[in-house]
């Protein structure tokens, strides 16, 4: 359990499906005490069956690139986009993949069937993750102030369960008190399953959005707490206050257990694929 818990930011960055087969059995297998019991299942399965369609998120193999000095020029070269320099890095998320991403776009189209891979009008871009800008409440103010049309995703501690929250309007730390929009809406997959996944959209628009007070203890809050991210310790992973509270301003509860902790959360901006993206510094 020590190991478990040092290594519990690091075990769900390892591309644990790109591994051999002689990898897994030596070097995997010893250890399995310290995984998820469905990630361990999910590898035993892939290892005979690789076919076969499993539950835990495939990351993207790492990508390594050589760099080269571009020749000496009078003239700025011209920006790569932001698509391509993200494809080609790293993925844009470590918590939903390209999948889990397409559903959100139909919802935010209100599609009644999912988008493709392929037909996604959407780009989503990384603004913040907690296990490399921090998990404090205040730091998602600081990164996310003045943000619009946001997903704010969580992975709960201790399961595989997603939760998350759009935002259309812009994150404003200098601002408090309930804010109005008919296009929010909370969501979750439960063990990161899309085929398992709860959609609730705002019904009450007036207090779709609050903007807590005290922005060093809350991060997020989607309603009455229908969805929220807390911390007393300045760590939205170190004790159990974020909540999804039954639903009163938006239409479904996403989880029984209303408290939880997470071990990773991550807020992306939502563009549309053929949007010009502006470059800061």
């Not at 969501?187 to 019904?203: A, M, T």
């Not at 257990?257 to 549309?272: A, H, Q, R």
Request: one cysteine or more; aromatic letters at 12%.
């Amino acid at each position: 359990m020590t190991l478990k818990t040092t290594l519990q930011q690091c075990l769900p960055l390892i591309r644990y499906f790109h591994l051999s087969n002689s990898d897994v059995m030596d070097k995997i297998k010893p250890y399995k005490k310290i995984l998820d019991k469905q990630l361990w299942d999910d590898l035993k399965q892939h290892l005979i069956l690789p076919d076969r369609p499993i539950i835990s998120i495939i990351l993207p193999p790492r990508v390594y690139i050589t760099q080269e000095l571009p020749p000496r020029i009078n003239l700025l070269p011209e920006l790569p986009s932001r698509i391509s320099f993200q494809t080609r890095v790293n993925p844009f998320s470590t918590i939903i993949n390209e999948k889990h991403a397409a559903i959100i776009s139909s919802w935010i189209d209100y599609k009644p069937t999912s988008y493709s891979l392929l037909d996604d009008p959407y780009v989503f871009e990384l603004i913040l993750r907690g296990s490399e800008d921090g998990f404090a409440p205040r730091t998602f103010w600081d990164i996310c102030h003045g943000h619009d049309n946001t997903i704010v995703i969580a992975k709960v501690k201790g399961t595989e369960e997603i939760i998350g929250g759009f935002n259309p309007l812009a994150w404003d730390k200098t601002k408090v008190g309930d804010f109005k929009t008919n296009k929010s809406f909370i969501f979750s997959f439960k063990d990161g399953n899309i085929k398992n996944s709860i959609l609730s959209r705002i019904k009450n628009e007036n207090n779709a959005l609050h903007f807590h007070r005290n922005k060093y203890v809350i991060g997020p809050r989607f309603g009455k707490a229908e969805f929220m991210l807390k911390s007393c310790e300045f760590d939205f992973t170190k004790d159990c206050l974020s909540e999804c509270q039954n639903s009163e301003f938006y239409e479904k509860s996403l989880r029984e257990d209303k408290k939880f902790s997470i071990i990773d959360y991550e807020v992306l901006k939502v563009f549309k694929s053929d949007q010009p993206i502006a470059y800061v510094g």
